[in-house]
């Protein structure tokens, strides 16, 4: 239950579902004629969108998490390179194949370091939540077709975590499935450098030595402010909005006694 609640729950609390929020509060108070605050409600709804819609607050929130970890060339020796899901886009109809998003990069950095030999081996960890999408197996599966098809890697390397439906879930059966196959619990975490301090954190509260392998940037260092910027766009909305969503997720993780 607490997987499914965890996916709905914050909708209200980004700020697009924050902004209709307080319009539709507004609204309603402006039809019971209480003006003033119904103004100031609709108001505060256009300024809050605004800024989470433009720079430089978004570039901030995502550099707020994008500095814990920097990317390194090398890393200590470890049981297997850990991939989280979230990189893939299902091969669904209209589609003929499986895809990449924004965070395809988690996939493409996890095969670049496999054939570099940083590990023995590949644990792909992500299972589905069925009332989002309903896709006809694990989301492991998926990245596991892209990997040894488009990105040619060894499929005898490639180990499936497929029940996992949160990041919680993904550190604690991963290392379950080292204890499993009596391995020391050290991974090279590879997920989205936003992704990586809530990452992080719980696969080191579940018990495993953690090298973060952080990809996937959004913030690039240094940044410029200039006028077409300040104009309100729809990437520095969705920036601000998956920023939010790894604080709020910290913050629930914690409340929960899981961090």
């Not at 901030?60 to 890393?75: C, G, H, I, Q, T």
């Not at 499986?98 to 988690?106: H, L, T, W």
């Not at 973060?212 to 309100?232: E, I």
């Amino acid at each position: 239950m607490m997987a499914y609640l965890s996916k709905l729950l914050a909708l209200p609390c980004y700020p697009l579902g924050l902004a209709l929020l307080l319009t539709a509060a507004g609204m309603v108070l402006l039809f019971r004629r209480r003006h003033a605050p119904g103004r100031a409600l609709i108001l505060f709804a256009a300024v809050e969108l605004y800024l989470f819609s433009s720079d430089p607050l978004s570039p901030m929130l995502v550099r707020s998490l994008e500095k814990f970890y920097n990317p390194s060339a090398s890393f200590p020796a470890a049981s297997a390179v850990v991939l989280l899901c979230g990189g893939e886009v299902p091969g669904l109809p209209p589609r003929m194949y499986d895809e990449v998003n924004q965070a395809g990069d988690r996939i493409l950095y996890a095969a670049r370091l496999i054939r570099q030999g940083a590990a023995p081996r590949l644990i792909i960890t992500g299972g589905n939540v069925p009332f989002m999408r309903e896709i006809g197996g694990s989301l492991a599966q998926v990245n596991r077709r892209l990997l040894i098809g488009p990105l040619a890697v060894d499929p005898s390397v490639i180990l499936l975590e497929q029940k996992s439906r949160n990041t919680y879930e993904n550190a604690v059966f991963t290392k379950n499935m080292l204890d499993s196959l009596n391995l020391p619990p050290s991974v090279i975490l590879v997920t989205s450098a936003m992704h990586m301090p809530r990452s992080a954190a719980l696969f080191k509260k579940a018990g495993c030595t953690v090298y973060a392998a952080p990809t996937d940037y959004r913030a690039d260092a240094p940044f410029r402010l200039n006028p077409v910027s300040m104009f309100p766009n729809a990437a520095a909305l969705d920036n601000s909005t998956c920023a939010l969503h790894e604080m709020y997720g910290i913050i629930a993780y914690k409340l929960l006694g899981k961090l």
